[in-house]
């Protein structure tokens, strides 16, 4: 009796290795077809039947935008020349807050520390989220000093002592001769002093 039964057995795992193996080829036969779909389709939505599609609205469809700019000749002189001799002033924070929000005793530089920071002090900085235009401080943690920066890192954000060590290596060695090779020294002794 017992050969029969191991006959079974053998019988029903093949049956199920059958099983196994037409699904798999379907289903690599599905995401093939769907796949070939997808890419002829120019990667656009695919309209199932029954249903209707409403064509995307991307960048790329809205229609040019027209300048309409007057002939160079048929501008008033007086305008070009107003134009052509205007002083356009630098984007000066400093003179832009005076000048218009009447704030003019601004420092342009901090008081120089008291003593040089070390790796472990803790500071509060103010902070601009862009997206949102709001300010507000964050607590933050000293973590690696270059003889050109300091890396502060706001507190509960995680971040691995090597990656930061491999960062301000790549800042010192590449990025601030890079910058100063294309854009000049630093403003001395700066704003921090």
């Known amino acids: 009796m017992e050969p029969s039964t191991s006959k079974s057995s053998k019988g029903t795992i093949i049956a199920v290795v059958l099983v196994v193996v037409v699904c798999l080829c379907i289903l690599t036969a599905l995401?093939?077809?769907?796949?070939?779909?997808?890419?002829?389709?120019?990667?656009?939505?695919?309209?199932?039947?029954?249903?209707?599609?409403?064509?995307?609205?991307?960048?790329?469809?809205?229609?040019?935008?027209?300048?309409?700019?007057?002939?160079?000749?048929?501008?008033?002189?007086?305008?070009?020349?107003?134009?052509?001799?205007?002083?356009?002033p630098d984007n000066d924070l400093y003179d832009l807050a005076c000048r218009l929000k009447g704030v003019c005793d601004v420092s342009r530089s901090l008081p120089a520390p008291a003593a040089a920071f070390n790796v472990g002090d803790r500071r509060k900085f103010w902070v601009s989220n862009s997206d949102t235009s709001q300010n507000f401080q964050v607590d933050t943690t000293l973590r690696y000093v270059t003889p050109h920066s300091y890396f502060w890192l706001q507190d509960g954000i995680d971040a691995n002592d090597k990656d930061i060590a491999a960062l301000m290596s790549t800042f010192e060695a590449k990025i601030y001769p890079t910058d100063r090779r294309f854009f000049g020294s630093e403003w001395t002794p700066g704003v921090d002093n």
Do not use: C, H, M
Not at 31 to 52: D, H, I, K, M, R
């Open 31 to 88: 995401v093939g077809l769907g796949a070939y779909l997808y890419f002829q389709s120019g990667n656009s939505t695919l309209a199932l039947p029954g249903t209707e599609t409403q064509p995307s609205k991307s960048a790329t469809e809205q229609p040019p935008v027209s300048v309409n700019r007057p002939p160079l000749e048929s501008i008033p002189a007086e305008t070009a020349n107003t134009l052509r001799d205007t002083v356009v």
